[in-house]
């Protein structure tokens, strides 16, 4: 590989490619690997200092059964997993099949008409919906309407992210009680909670048409299982409903991953945040799903974007309507009856003994009113089990689908004088009388086909495996995303995540119970600070965009703490990701652009003019680095002096943190704060658009300004304090996954974290080294060699052969590979990142397959292939078209399906023709079509 590269010597060409002046001096203090074997003896040890009791805390977090056709063909199959966001649509069909029973499993629940495929968490969920009510009604520079009305019984965490995502950009947040608040045309909008904080279930009817009265929009957060008992926010008059939809299969996992949703009216269709899977057809005219409106994504959309959310959580909203295809209408009711009615008969035993409780309307939460709590609390402990515990002498008991018969015994037993023995009395046929009339469900759900087809394992089973055969992910071929890092996610990595020492666990549990979590949290913390030169971290964000808003957040603090409020500008090179100004957007600041350079440099002429013209309010800058262009600028240092000389802080975007580990540091570049994309650098699998995790670190000066909590793991205590600045709706975020980042530091230890960056670098060279002889390669470094990517120009060929970057990368899929980042940061060209995963044959694989492709332009350069009807226009070709009696094509069917020899041994079809993208957003449809329209599309094949 060096030889082709044009290099003697590995260490030479590292230091080529990555500039002296940054180079970090010491090797990195992290402990040496373990092999696999070891560490899953480790991981196991540690597992065991989590106590697993009995959760009925509730609050948003639920236990749940995975059913296990679910939990070993999708959780632990790296067939979905190891799934990039479906972008290249033909070959993520299945994914898109799931999401789509996703959006429709929440818009038939809920009652409202458009749902995207996930967000984060509910309470970042409950934040996107007070924003987009916010922008709806208020133009950017005047607030006519700045204030949102917040019932006191929405969960605690909800109200702590509303809190820090309303300060910086004006929203003024109002809590009281729904049902006797004055809403006045100064509201742009409300959220109630259905059930509630308490588990009431309220009637919000009258509230939600006063608002409405007042011209403002009301959000309902609620729970999709108390839904199919429940009138659907949509039938009650609501604008948005959101939620989490972890108890539909997904483990607790001490906070996360679990996929949040999100339902709103056809009115805000083109303002939703998030994702959209949309139905469209293909070059052949059949039915086809992609990513409706892809231009929403921040990426087109950049400061002007409403929202940032990039990665969400794909694959827990995979598992969520998976749960929902397998139980169907009739088992999710049933489930939800039967929770209620041991919530019915817990109530009715613990009433008898004595106590009243808050409500008497309600699902499977119960608030009951205590005098001594102390003594409630003992005996729970004593039976290893968790309840929630209010302030206010109240105790919350909250039942889920794993609660059986024996658990109430338990659970009443702790509301006894421990003398008399523990009865209750239980009728499977007893209606559920707590349920109001007037709130019972009556419309029906889930009636599309998908979710009554797949009830038997067998069954099941095959549905997961055809979805997955329609998608290609990382155990069919390299996925050289540049950008995005899809490297190895290795299966001793990910092995225990499905243990229940560190899936059952729930985010509120008592710390004497989370000793496991906490060892490994706090150990992933230092390492995280030893990798990037800093000193504190936070593991609360759940995503790289989450990372940016809580970092610009801690900027923000700093500054106020000095008095410098006015300081709100941040600069951002044009090139940075979209994220980045969306985030600081969301941060309350004003975007200035900074221009780059023809060799893709940060223009610091540019950059010290607008650093000068607002130096006064400068708040700092975001950079990437390497950059997006691939390189390593050696500029980097003075870029940072210039910032930090008009007062500025440097933001440094963690997500090519891959190009740095143990050769540089964001602390050695003169960065004070970054985020890092565990999903990337740190080998947690993107799942097909998350889960993610985008933890923080900081230099010391910045550590008081870390995203806080309303709950205090470390002293197991809810802090009601109105200024909190929580991002996330538990405290470390998806916890469960930092497992997966903590094993990859611990195997790969110390020497070896490093060497991963150095073979990400070699790869890159190599195949950079392989194709420039015949492709333009964009910005390179000094010495001529890239970072751990490159860019690939196309844009030559829209002029010699009028072909466009879109069909390369969709012929790419002929020859069995996911097209690399398109048209990021430059348009017309593809950003190539093969990781330190890939051996040399897989490199090979894919530069023979861009070689080859390459000839196939130049058959169309030089007039011999068609410039309309060629192999890159008509890609990717479908079993269907190749094996079709018709065949009428300018080129062999050969040609067509088997370019290249290796293919023929590993064919990968796509399962669809190149889906056309403007028909899809002109008939926008979001959820799965009624059984007539696919009996339509039958005829016309
Ligand atoms: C350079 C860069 N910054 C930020 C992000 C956003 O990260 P996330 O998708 O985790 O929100 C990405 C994601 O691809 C990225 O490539």
Redesign the pocket.
């Known amino acids: 590989m060096l030889k082709t590269i044009g290099e003697s010597n590995f260490s030479q060409l590292i230091d080529k490619t990555v500039p002296p002046g940054i180079r970090m001096k010491n090797a990195l203090k992290l402990p040496a690997a373990m092999s696999e074997f070891e560490y899953l003896q480790h991981i196991k040890e540690i597992s065991l200092q989590n106590l697993v009791f009995k959760n009925y805390i509730g609050q948003g977090y639920y236990d749940t059964v995975t059913p296990s056709v679910i939990l070993r063909n999708v959780f632990e199959n790296p067939g979905w997993y190891t799934q990039y966001t479906p972008y290249q649509a033909e070959i993520s069909q299945g994914r898109l099949e799931s999401l789509l029973n996703f959006q429709t499993m929440v818009s038939d629940l809920t009652g409202l008409p458009i749902a995207n495929a996930s967000l984060l968490d509910e309470a970042t969920a409950a934040a996107e919906a007070m924003t987009m009510f916010f922008n709806h009604l208020n133009k950017h520079d005047h607030i006519d309407r700045p204030k949102f009305f917040v019932d006191r019984e929405i969960f605690p965490q909800t109200k702590d992210v509303l809190h820090t995502r309303a300060i910086p950009i004006g929203i003024e947040i109002v809590i009281g009680d729904y049902a006797s608040t004055k809403i006045d045309e100064k509201y742009f909008g409300a959220i109630v909670q259905y059930p509630n904080n308490k588990g009431s279930v309220e009637d919000y009817r009258s509230f939600i048409a006063t608002v409405h009265a007042a011209g403002g929009f009301v959000a309902m957060a609620t729970d999709l299982l108390a839904l199919t008992l429940l009138t659907p926010p949509g039938e009650l008059g609501a604008d948005v409903a959101c939620g989490s939809a972890q108890r539909f299969g997904v483990p607790l996992g001490f906070g996360g991953p679990h996929a949040a949703f999100f339902s709103t009216k056809d009115d805000f269709k083109r303002s939703i945040p998030g994702r959209i899977i949309g139905v469209s057809i293909d070059a052949e005219g059949n039915r086809a799903l992609r990513m409706a409106l892809q231009t929403r994504e921040q990426h087109i959309k950049r400061e002007k974007a409403t929202s940032n959310i ?2 969400a959580q794909a694959l827990l909203a995979n598992m969520a309507s998976l749960y929902a295809v397998y139980h169907g209408a009739e088992g999710l009711t049933n489930i939800a009856k039967r929770i209620a009615l041991l919530t019915q008969t817990t109530a009715d035993a613990i009433n008898e003994l004595g106590f009243e409780l808050v409500s008497d309307q309600y699902f499977d939460t119960i608030t009951v009113i205590a005098k001594d709590v102390n003594a409630i609390r003992e005996k729970a402990i004593r039976q290893q089990i968790n309840l929630r515990y209010f302030d206010d002498n109240q105790i919350g008991i909250s039942l889920d689908e794993t609660t059986s018969l024996k658990d109430l015994y338990d659970i009443i037993n702790c509301f006894t004088n421990d003398v008399d023995a523990v009865t209750f009395f239980i009728d499977e046929d007893s209606t559920l009388e707590h349920i109001p009339g007037t709130l019972t469900r009556t419309s029906p759900f889930l009636t599309h086909p998908v979710f009554s087809a797949h009830r038997s394992e067998s069954q099941m089973m095959r549905y997961l495996k055809s979805l997955e055969n329609k998608d290609l992910s990382l155990n069919t071929s390299m996925i050289s995303l540049g ?2 890092t899809m490297k190895l996610n290795a299966a001793s990595e990910m092995i225990p995540l499905s243990w229940s020492h560190w899936s059952r666990m729930h985010p509120f549990a008592p710390a004497e119970q989370t000793k496991g979590y906490t060892q490994i949290l706090n150990e992933l913390s230092d390492y995280l600070c030893e990798i990037t030169a800093f000193d504190a971290c936070s593991l609360q964000p759940n ?4 990372g ?1 808003y809580a970092g610009l957040l801690t900027i923000r603090g700093y500054h106020a703490s000095r008095g410098e409020h006015h300081r709100n500008v941040m600069l951002i090179p044009i090139s940075a ?1 979209g ?2 100004p969306a985030s600081a957007v969301m941060a309350g600041m004003k975007v200035v652009v900074v221009k780059a350079l023809e060799n893709g440099y940060i223009d610091i002429d540019d950059l010290k003019a607008k650093a000068e013209q607002y130096s006064n309010e400068l708040s700092g800058i975001m950079i ?1 680095y390497p950059s ?1 262009y691939g390189v390593y600028e050696e500029t980097v240092k003075s870029i940072t002096d210039i910032i930090h000389g008009h007062g500025g802080q440097v933001y440094m ?1 963690g ?2 943190m891959n190009a740095q580990v143990g050769l540089t540091a964001p602390g050695l570049i003169g960065a004070d704060v970054c985020h890092l ?1 565990l ?1 990337k650098t740190f080998s947690i699998p993107h799942g097909g658009g998350g889960p ?1 995790m ?1 933890p923080i670190c900081v230099k010391s000066h910045l550590a008081p300004y870390l995203p806080g909590h309303v709950y205090s793991p470390e002293d197991g205590k809810f802090q009601h304090d109105e200024q909190q600045t929580a991002v996330s709706a538990a405290p470390y975020g998806s916890a469960s996954i930092l497992l997966i980042s903590y094993a990859y530091i611990r195997m790969l230890g110390n020497d070896g974290v490093k060497l991963a960056t150095e073979y990400a670098i070699l790869n890159a060279n190599y195949m950079r080294a392989r194709l420039q002889d015949d492709f333009d390669i964009l910005y390179l470094g000094t010495h001529g060699t890239c970072a751990h990517e490159f860019i690939v120009d196309l844009r030559p060929f829209k002029k010699s052969a009028d072909i466009e970057a879109e069909d390369v990368a969709k012929r790419l899929i002929d020859y069995g590979f996911h097209a690399p980042t398109l048209s990021f940061p430059v348009p017309g060209t593809i950003m190539i990142e093969p990781t330190e995963s890939e051996d040399k044959g897989e490199l090979d694989r894919f530069c023979d397959a861009m070689l080859a492709i390459r000839k196939e332009i130049r058959q169309v350069e030089e007039g011999k292939a068609d410039k309309k009807n060629n192999v890159l226009k008509n890609a990717p070709h479908t079993q269907f078209v190749v094996i079709s009696d018709e065949w009428s094509r300018p080129y062999t069917r050969e040609t067509a399906a088997f370019p290249l020899e290796y293919v023929k041994a590993n064919k990968f079809w796509p399962s669809v023709s190149r889906v056309n993208n403007t028909h899809g957003d002109r008939n926008l449809i979001c959820t799965c079509e009624p059984v007539s329209a696919y009996a339509e599309e039958e005829t016309s094949r």
């Open positions: 990039c990665t950008s995005c995503s790289g965009a989450q940016e990701h994220t980045n990437t997006t975007d997500a090519n994309n999903h993610g985008g």
